[in-house]
C-alpha cells in the first residue's frame, strides 16, 4: 500500500502556491506510506542548450561547493549548482550523456535522480511529513507535481527505491501497487541497451513507457501499449515536461481520486488528501475508470 498525490494548476498565478497546496496532500497518505516519501515538481524550462541534474549524496552535509570546482575544471564551462542539504541541482550547458559517465567514475557516491530542463527531485526515507519539511516542499513553485509516500513490499526502504522513479528527461513516474512482470521487461530493455539501477518493479514500468516514447510514441500511446505489457495491479501517475496522466490497471484496484476546477487538477489515493483545496466543494470530482488514460496539459 502506497499514496500517490498530483496537483496541475492552470492558473499561473496559482504557480507559486504548488507547494504549499500539495504539502498537506502528501502528508494526509503518510497514513498509506510512512517509511518514505518524494516529490517531483515539473519548473519553467530552461534554454534548448542547458540541462539540469537532481543529485543525491549520501551525506548531508555532502561539500557540493567542491563538487561545483570541479566539474566547471573538467567540462571547461559555467555551471551552478542549487544545494539543500544532500540534494542539489546542478545546471550547465553540458549533454547529460556527457556528465552520467563523469560521475559514475569520478563521484560515485552520487545518485543521479532526475534529469531535463524543467524537472527537479527530491526523495529520502522517513515519515512523509519530515521529508516534506526537510526539503522545503512548501516554498516549491511550478506548473505541476508529482508526489508518492511510500509502504515498501518489494525492495528495500532507500532513498534510490523510493518514488517518484525516472527515465530520460522530463519524464516520472509514481505507481501504487505491484508489477507482476517486472523482470520480463527489464529483460526486454536490457537487450536493447537501458541500464537499470534498482530492483524495484516501478523502475521496469517507467522505464518501458519512457522507452515507448522515445521510439515514437506520445504519452497517451506509450500508456496504451503498456496495458498490453505491464501485468499487475497497479495505478500510475505520470509527469512529463507538460503533461500529467493517470492510468489504472484492468481490475482498478488501487485507488485514485481526481478533483478538478478551472483552477487546477489534483490526484491523490484518497478524498482525504484533497479536502483542503481551495474550491474542492465545487470541483468535478471523479473515480478514473480502468484503463482509460487521463492527461492535461499545461
Not at 527515465?167 to 537487450?191: Q, W
Request: proline share 5%; net charge negative; charged share 25%.
Amino acid at each position: 500500500m502506497c499514496g500517490i498525490v498530483g496537483l496541475l494548476v492552470k492558473k499561473p498565478a496559482l504557480r507559486a502556491e504548488l507547494g504549499r497546496l500539495m504539502v498537506p496532500m502528501m502528508v494526509e497518505m503518510a497514513s498509506r506510506g510512512p517509511e518514505s516519501a518524494g516529490l517531483a515538481v515539473f519548473t519553467g524550462a530552461l534554454s534548448d542548450d542547458h540541462r539540469k541534474l537532481s543529485l543525491y549524496a549520501p551525506d548531508w552535509h555532502y561539500d557540493w561547493a567542491a563538487f561545483e570546482g570541479a566539474f566547471i575544471t573538467h567540462f571547461g564551462t559555467d555551471a551552478s549548482i542549487r544545494p539543500k542539504g544532500n540534494h542539489a541541482v546542478l545546471t550547465s550547458d553540458v549533454a547529460v550523456e556527457r556528465v552520467k559517465p563523469w560521475l559514475r567514475a569520478q563521484f560515485p557516491q552520487l545518485h543521479v535522480l532526475a534529469a531535463g530542463r524543467t524537472l527537479d527531485i527530491y526523495k529520502d526515507t522517513g515519515h512523509p511529513a519530515r521529508v516534506a519539511e526537510r526539503y522545503d516542499f512548501g516554498q516549491l513553485a511550478g506548473t505541476h507535481l508529482v508526489g508518492h509516500t511510500r509502504m515498501a513490499t518489494e525492495s528495500a526502504v532507500t532513498p534510490d527505491r523510493a518514488h517518484p522513479f525516472t527515465a530520460g528527461e522530463d519524464f516520472c513516474l509514481v505507481h501504487n501497487g505491484t508489477i507482476s512482470n517486472p523482470y520480463m521487461i527489464r529483460r526486454k530493455l536490457e537487450h536493447r541497451g537501458i541500464r537499470f539501477e534498482t530492483d524495484n518493479d516501478t523502475e521496469a514500468a517507467c522505464r518501458y513507457l519512457e522507452w515507448r516514447m522515445r521510439e515514437g510514441d506520445d504519452l497517451e500511446a506509450a500508456l496504451a501499449k503498456g496495458f498490453e505489457e505491464l501485468d499487475g495491479f497497479y495505478t500510475f501517475l505520470i509527469g512529463t515536461e507538460n503533461k500529467m496522466a493517470l492510468v489504472r490497471d484492468a481490475f482498478a484496484c488501487k485507488p485514485a481520486i481526481v478533483a478538478e476546477t478551472d483552477d487546477y487538477v489534483a490526484v491523490a489515493s484518497e478524498f482525504r488528501a484533497l479536502a483542503h483545496l481551495p474550491g474542492v466543494n465545487e470541483a468535478r470530482l471523479f473515480e478514473p475508470m480502468p484503463e482509460e488514460i487521463y492527461s492535461w496539459t499545461v
